[in-house]
């Protein structure tokens, strides 16, 4: 990747998110500096003490928010590690660790993963539940399923079902039945312009506009497949008020036995959730939502909402 600048970033961009941005100039910034490399044990394979023995060449740091999430101040070579091969650790950047850490799956549940691939989050997942229950994974892409069922493969989850469909489509079929569901909605990426020249140089406000109408289409089919008093998690990797607070707001206006619940993880920072954007005022309810950016705590920007479902 290019060494980045901040006069790279479209003027479109800087217009949109300073107005929503108090601390603009730090968040651009971050945003131009390489992300730190992470890592997140699974505990399927080996415990943090192994994780830690074997890759003490890289000196690993805790993560203050996640005692199974690590950091490496030179992270080439960890994916051609030992530990990495075997699946005793899982290359992942910090913030992605967030949204199944709020969805809290247990051992005995069932669990739906909306849109799974390439299994970061799919695996976490599968080690919380203690490889028990029923963990069902989709991804539309055969290509990107190819990746999933690899990674889940080397992570040794063994209470995983994988499907290739239609996100909206899997979830209607198993309505009502679901104790959690993530919906890690695929976005316009914009958290991701720290580690990737391609997010950058795609960006649109075109593109989010599509990405809107399939990210609505998935909360709602996702909040569907949840039994009465489940709950979801609705995450991005993205900025875009569109992508993620009108999103909830769309779900909490069709959806009344919905309810936004708190989010919060102990050390690591999060904002509130913006309450109006482009002459359009959120639910007060939104307000649950949070906002992980990169200057609070050098990860991605990330979006992040707890919902449940009464009854």
Not at 123 to 129: K, N, V
């Amino acid at each position: 990747m290019r060494a980045r600048t901040r006069d790279r970033f479209p003027a479109q961009f800087v217009a949109r998110y300073s107005t929503i941005i108090p601390d603009f100039e730090p968040f651009l910034d971050a945003m131009c500096r390489p992300l730190p490399r992470t890592f997140r044990v699974n505990t399927l394979k080996g415990t943090r003490e192994q994780a830690q023995e074997l890759l003490g060449a890289f000196a690993p740091e805790p993560l203050p928010w996640y005692e199974l999430g690590f950091s490496v101040r030179d992270g080439a070579g960890l994916g051609r590690t030992l530990a990495h091969f075997l699946g005793l650790v899982y290359v992942q950047e910090a913030a992605s660790m967030v949204p199944p850490l709020v969805l809290g799956p247990r051992p005995g549940e069932r669990v739906l993963d909306v849109a799974a691939a390439p299994g970061s989050k799919a695996t976490q997942m599968a080690a919380m539940m203690e490889n028990s229950g029923l963990l069902l994974l989709n991804d539309i892409s055969f290509e990107r399923v190819r990746a999933l069922v690899g990674n889940v493969d080397r992570a040794g989850c063994l209470n995983v079902a994988v499907c290739r469909t239609d996100g909206m489509l899997l979830a209607r079929r198993v309505a009502g039945t679901c104790d959690r569901v993530l919906v890690d909605a695929p976005c316009s990426s914009e958290g991701t312009m720290r580690k990737t020249d391609e997010a950058l140089e795609r960006w649109s406000v075109r593109g989010i506009q599509r990405f809107e109408r399939v990210q609505k289409g998935l909360i709602a089919a996702g909040f569907d497949a949840l039994r009465p008093g489940g709950e979801m998690v609705y995450s991005t990797c993205t900025v875009a008020p569109e992508e993620n607070e009108a999103v909830v707001d769309y779900l909490l206006a069709r959806r009344p036995d919905a309810e936004l619940l708190p989010v919060a993880l102990p050390g690591l920072k999060m904002r509130p959730a913006v309450a109006a954007w482009d002459g359009e005022e959120f639910a007060p309810a939104v307000a649950n939502c949070r906002r992980i950016l990169p200057q609070d705590n050098d990860t991605e920007a990330f979006f992040v909402a707890r919902i449940g479902k009464r009854g």
